[in-house]
C-alpha cells in the first residue's frame, strides 16, 4: 500500500497541475536540446560560499557588488536579460538559450507553442519560490513570466566554486552552484512537505525528470556529475554527506 502510494505520488510530482492568474494549466512533456542563446545547459556561475542560497546572490545574478564607499556600483551591474514580467515572441524579444531567475517568492513561468494563451499551448510551465533556470527553445513561440524577478542569461562556462550544501527553495545547477555528491536533508514534514527532483536539463518536461521523490522524515539523494540540475522544494536544509 505505501509502495501504491509513493508511485501516485511520483506520478502527481512528474505531471504537477499549476496555477496562473486563476487559469488552471499543466505541465506537458517536451523533449530535445534548446539551440543558441545565453549558454545551452552549460554550466552557470556560482558564489564562493558553503551552502547555495535558493535565492541567489552576487555578481552572478547581475546585481553587482558594492563600492569602497559602501554604496552600489552600477557600473558592475549586468542589465537583464528579460525583465520579470510579460509575454515575450522567442526569437525577437528573447533568444533561444537558458536563462535564470533567482529570489523569488511567487514567480510563474510559461514556454508555449502559440499566442492563443489555450492550455494545449503550453509547452511547460512551472511556479517558482527561489532561483529557477529554463531553457527557451528555437522552436517556442512564447515565453511568459509572471511576478518573477529579472531574468539573465546563462554564462556558457562555470565561475567560482560550487558548494556543498543548499538552503531554501530553488533549482541548482550541478558543478556551478552545487557539487555533485551525496546529500542529506533531515526532519521533513508530511507526504506534500518536501519534493526533490534531479533533472538532465531545464526544459522541465516529464522526459527530464531522471528522479524525483516527496519524502517525509529523512531525505537522502545521490546527485550524478552528469547530472544538469537538482529541484528542491518544502524541504530542510540539504548538506552533502559523501
Not at 557588488?65 to 515572441?89: I, M, N, Q, S, V
Not at 528542491?232 to 540539504?238: D, E, L, Y
Request: hydrophobic share 30%.
Amino acid at each position: 500500500m505505501a509502495q501504491q502510494r509513493r508511485q501516485q505520488q511520483n506520478w502527481f510530482a512528474r505531471h504537477k497541475v499549476l496555477t496562473a492568474t486563476g487559469a488552471l494549466v499543466a505541465v506537458i512533456a517536451v523533449g530535445g536540446v534548446a539551440a543558441g542563446g545565453g549558454g545551452d545547459d552549460t554550466k552557470g556561475g556560482s558564489e564562493s560560499d558553503t551552502v547555495a542560497s535558493g535565492s541567489g546572490g552576487g555578481s552572478a545574478d547581475g546585481k553587482g557588488g558594492k563600492d569602497a564607499k559602501g554604496g552600489r556600483d552600477d557600473a558592475k551591474k549586468a542589465a537583464p536579460a528579460l525583465g520579470g514580467d510579460g509575454t515575450f515572441e522567442v526569437g525577437a524579444e528573447v533568444k533561444p538559450g537558458t536563462y535564470r531567475s533567482t529570489g523569488n517568492t511567487m514567480c510563474y513561468w510559461e514556454r508555449a507553442k502559440d499566442s492563443s494563451g489555450e492550455p494545449d499551448a503550453i509547452l511547460a510551465n512551472d511556479n517558482v519560490t527561489g532561483s529557477t533556470y529554463v531553457t527557451v527553445k528555437a522552436s517556442d513561440k512564447i515565453f511568459k513570466s509572471e511576478g518573477c524577478e529579472d531574468w539573465e542569461a546563462v554564462p556558457a562556462t562555470a565561475s567560482g566554486s560550487p558548494k556543498t550544501g543548499m538552503t531554501g527553495d530553488g533549482m541548482y545547477r550541478i558543478g556551478a552552484d552545487i557539487a555533485p555528491g551525496t546529500y542529506k536533508s533531515t526532519g521533513n514534514g508530511g507526504d506534500d512537505g518536501c519534493y526533490w527532483e534531479r533533472s538532465k536539463d531545464a526544459l522541465h518536461g516529464v522526459d527530464s525528470i531522471i528522479a524525483n521523490e516527496n519524502v517525509s522524515g529523512n531525505a537522502i539523494v545521490t546527485i550524478g556529475a552528469k547530472d544538469a540540475y537538482f529541484k528542491t522544494n518544502g524541504c530542510k536544509n540539504w548538506k552533502k554527506t559523501g
